[in-house]
């Protein structure tokens, strides 16, 4: 039967290549969807020193095949010992780095073994149903985004662009197995002999592992126009890159182009610079930690993308960022990404603003994201300084890492606690989510993984529910002889009803996103990958409405939940009334209906 996924480790000199960490990522998510190992196969001379580390960066397994012919990669020695390693074992996946070498292995193991193959993923998730390898990737010219499965033939085989999946923080603690296997080489597995191997130099930087980019297209104009994206580039330490009209232009090295047919970027600040946003340019760049777009055209669909929007010319503002960045340096002001922003004090919370939006991340991620008393002391604070702070609209509240939005209440903590202190523990997390859920900002909760326990009773005290299509649901506190005490029994059966929320407590299922959804629980479901940005879609339609009737309504509907159905009508009533107040913004909207015009909420003056 077959079973585990499997990585193919590159190593190049030697060394191994980034990818092989970032698909271990990966597959450390896929295979506990699954219940499964993380197997990485390394081909080599002289490799075997690898194997602890590739343990301490998430595999389970190591097997290694160590001869002189694997020294360099070649097709066919390389075809036949990772085709033995993998029919000895049967593997349910395996994962290549969609590099040359994986690209030229992957489809003749793929022939050789009788399976299929998806190149170049972007994304991968398991169905919750059918336990299938989804396989997303950019079809059509990149006009179409296509999930594929394989569901007759084993294994289930991709290859993944570098760049795009995460590698695991580095854990020192992990155990895990290091085998041989042995293959017999002989003259006709080598019907290629290297006579040289001569280095390419390079020449550009690499925009893979650049931090900040600074990045052209058809609005540069030319290649000369290019010196002034490698000034600023050159004051903020980062590196220049391009769409591909720049590349096919002759104005940049082909290395150095960003997009689907380029490469995936995820610096922690990207500029596009007369760009227009083409989707196939947006899929290369759109994981940067805060991108800021200038662009003569405020329709251009970057603008969609951007963090910060900059409408002009730039060639006359480029000049003018980089002198005001030399500036700041020269008085020891540094830049530092608004998303790597972390608030003084804070240890378990990453929190920064933008736009009028706040972002407040759960940064456990070795301990899946679990909720502990200084973790909630921490949302806590951060709900306080919401509350007095009216520039922020709409808080976004997430998971650290790719695994979990948070998978429960940290339980080694919980353990020693008296009964007093356990009382104590849920009156806390009790008063916090309750604080959250009647902040005065919308809040929306992005579900990119595990929200079991106190992870789905945070998701449940914000107001709206995004989930990834790799998100699950559970209350599972019953196992442990505990029921949910973090506002889960009275919030869980208000949402989804009576039975619903009994079957979750009663049995512990974890629910998948999509049966979320189907009972409630969530609101939508999107492709892990569009989590974020269909949140930040989400909340600036919100916040491009009349904030003060949605928090007025957010404030009715809150307070008539508690309430017998007729007194919350009243509750409603004395809402509605203020709408009307002269402060109000039921006045201007009200008269730019009629006078057919946008309303303009921001010229009424709150009381
Ligand atoms: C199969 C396929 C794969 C592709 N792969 C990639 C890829 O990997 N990467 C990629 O980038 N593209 C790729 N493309 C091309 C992509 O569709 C777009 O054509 C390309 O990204 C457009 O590049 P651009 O934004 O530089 O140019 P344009 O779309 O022409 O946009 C130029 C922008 O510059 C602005 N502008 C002009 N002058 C100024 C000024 N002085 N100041 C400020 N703004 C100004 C304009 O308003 C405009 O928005 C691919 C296409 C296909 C079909």
């Keep these: 039967m077959s079973k585990d996924v499997f990585i193919f480790i590159e190593q190049r000199d030697n060394k191994i290549q980034r990818v092989g960490y970032e698909l271990l990522g990966e597959a450390n998510s896929l295979a506990q969807d699954l219940g499964q190992k993380v197997i990485a196969v390394m081909l080599g001379s002289g490799v075997s020193a690898h194997g602890e580390e590739l343990i301490r960066y998430g595999a389970d397994e190591v097997i290694v095949v160590d001869h002189p012919i694997l020294k360099e990669y070649l097709t066919e020695p390389y075809t036949k010992a990772l085709t033995a390693v993998l029919q000895s074992r049967e593997p349910e996946i395996v994962l290549f780095g969609a590099t040359s070498i994986g690209r030229d292995l992957a489809p003749r193991i793929a022939a050789r073994i009788k399976t299929g193959l998806t190149a170049d993923c972007t994304a991968l998730s398991i169905n919750p149903d059918t336990k299938l390898l989804m396989m997303t990737r950019p079809a059509f010219g990149g006009n179409l985004i296509a999930v594929i499965q394989c569901k007759n033939h084993r294994p289930q085989m991709a290859t993944v662009r570098p760049g795009v999946m995460q590698p695991m923080e580095r854990d020192d603690t992990r155990k895990g197995n290091i085998g041989h296997v042995d293959v017999a080489f002989d003259e006709t597995d080598q ?27 058809r609005g540069v104009g030319c290649s000369e126009n290019f010196k002034v994206l490698r000034s600023l580039a050159d004051v903020l330490d980062g590196e220049v890159s391009g769409s591909r009209v720049a590349i ?11 997009g689907q047919t380029g490469k995936t970027v995820r ?21 940067a930690n805060c991108v800021i777009a200038i662009n003569k055209n405020e329709t251009a669909p970057i603008f969609g993308v951007a963090d910060l929007g900059i409408v002009g010319d730039l060639h006359v503002i480029l000049p003018k960022l980089t002198e005001a960045v030399k500036q700041a340096k020269a008085k020891g002001i540094s830049y530092t990404a608004p998303a790597a922003q972390q608030h003084v004090g804070l240890e378990n919370i990453l929190y920064h603003t933008q736009n009028g939006i706040a972002y407040l991340t759960i940064n456990r991620p070795q301990q899946l994201n679990a909720l502990n008393i200084k973790t909630l002391t921490e949302i806590d604070s951060i709900a306080d300084k919401l509350q007095k702070d009216d520039s922020i609209k709409v808080l976004i509240v997430r998971g650290a890492g790719g695994r979990a939005f948070v998978a429960g209440a940290d339980i080694s903590q919980m353990r020693d606690l008296s009964e007093e202190q356990g009382r104590e523990m849920s009156l806390m997390a009790q008063g916090v989510f309750d604080k959250l859920k009647n902040l005065p900002q919308i809040v929306i909760a992005a579900v990119n993984g595990y929200a079991l326990g106190g992870g789905n009773e945070l998701a449940m005290a914000c107001d709206i529910r995004i989930a990834s299509s790799r998100a699950k649901f559970g209350q599972p506190e019953v196992n442990l002889g505990l029921i949910p005490g973090f506002t889960g029994t009275q919030r869980l059966s208000r949402l989804v009803g009576d039975g619903d929320s009994k079957r979750m407590i009663f049995t512990t299922d974890m629910l998948s996103a999509e049966e979320a959804l189907r009972i409630g629980l969530v609101n939508a479901v999107v492709a892990p990958e569009g989590l974020m940005r269909t949140c930040r879609d989400l909340a600036l339609k919100i916040m491009s409405k009349s904030i003060y009737a949605i928090q007025l309504a957010k404030r009715s509907i809150n307070e008539g939940l508690a309430l017998e159905f007729h007194q919350g009508l009243l509750v409603e009533n004395d809402y509605w009334t203020e709408c009307f107040k002269e402060t109000g913004d039921g006045r201007e909207g009200m008269t730019a209906f009629v006078e057919k015009r946008p309303a303009d909420f921001n010229r009424v003056e709150k009381s």
């Design 267 to 287: 610096p922690e600040l990207y500029l596009a610079c007369g760009i227009s946003g083409a989707i196939q340019h947006v899929a290369g760049m759109e994981n």
């Design 191 to 217: 019907a290629v002999e290297i006579l040289e191997i001569i280095p390419k130099i390079k020449k550009t930087a690499d925009i893979v592992q650049a931090k900040c980019l600074v990045s052209g297209g």
């Design 248 to 258: 096919d232009s002759g104005w940049l090295d082909k290395d150095l182009q960003v």
